[in-house]
Nanobody
Framework: QVQLVESGGGLVQAGGSLRLSCAASGGALSNYVLGWFRQAPGKEREFIAAIYVPQAATVADSVKGRFTISRDIRLNMVYLQMNSLKPSDTANYYC????????????WGQGTQVTVSS
């Protein structure tokens, strides 16, 4: 069973930056894809980014050029660097994990709130 704990959310002004962190534990995590989703009130859950190895990172078009995902396999950490934040980025951000080759993300963290003020 994979456990995921997010940190780093908070309140930031538009144009600012935040770095989200996710500590993963349980399982052979080197075999897992780790990533981030977000959900704003009244909106559907949205895929943000995922990474298996540095050469295999995916970032959603909606945040490409502003958000970067990275991973420290040795520390079992995944990070989401968010720059040039906009009020529309306000959401609860979830760290997720799935076994390599799986179609669905089976493991979710509790989420961390990001609020961007205008």
């Amino acid at each position: 069973q994979v456990q995921l704990v997010e940190s780093g959310g908070g309140l930031v002004q538009a144009g600012g930056s935040l770095r989200l962190s996710c500590a993963a534990s349980g399982g052979a995590l080197s075999n897992y894809v780790l990533g981030w989703f977000r959900q704003a009130p009244g909106k559907e859950r949205e895929f943000i980014a995922a990474i298996y190895v540095p050469q295999a990172a995916t970032v959603a078009d909606s945040v490409k050029g502003r958000f970067t995902i990275s991973r420290d396999i040795r520390l079992n950490m995944v990070y989401l660097q968010m720059n040039s934040l906009k009020p529309s980025d306000t959401a609860n951000y979830y760290c997720v994990a799935k076994f390599r080759g799986s179609s669905a993300y089976d493991f979710w963290g509790q989420g961390t709130q990001v609020t961007v003020s205008s």
